[in-house]
């Protein structure tokens, strides 16, 4: 069984910075990609930020420029860094592994987080 655990969600005024993490346990051999999504009540889930196991990244347009994201393969982790946070950004953020290999089957699935809440006031 795999296991996603987000931290670092809380209240941040605007124009502020978080650090989201996010570690994936269980009995994993790999992970294609890690990332992160966000979500507000009545819309879909969009893409924030991704990262493959080779360091190959893809930022959404909204938050290309002022967010990092970055992933450490042997601890399964991933991190995300957001600076000049808007009001826009609130919303609940999810972690993703994609494609992942446990050492119990050769099927890659993929696993969500929780979520952590992120809230930007004024």
């Known amino acids: 069984q795999v296991q996603l655990v987000e931290s670092g969600g809380g209240l941040v005024q605007a124009g502020g910075s978080l650090r989201l993490s996010c570690a994936a346990s269980?009995?994993?051999?790999?992970?294609?990609?890690m990332g992160w999504y966000r979500q507000t009540p009545g819309k879909q889930r969009d893409l924030v930020a991704t990262?493959?196991?080779?360091?190959?990244?893809n930022y959404a347009d909204s938050v290309k420029g002022r967010s990092t994201i970055s992933r450490d393969n042997a601890k399964n982790t991933v991190w995300l860094q957001m600076n000049s946070l808007k009001f826009e950004d609130t919303a609940v953020y999810y972690c993703?592994?994609?494609?992942?290999?446990?050492?119990?089957?050769?099927?890659?699935?993929?696993?969500w987080g929780q979520g952590t809440q992120v809230t930007v006031s004024s």
């Open positions: 269980g009995s994993i051999v790999s992970i294609n990609s």
């Open positions: 990262i493959t196991s080779d360091g190959r990244t």
């Open positions: 993703n592994a994609l494609g992942v290999l446990t050492q119990r089957t050769l099927v890659r699935r993929d696993y």
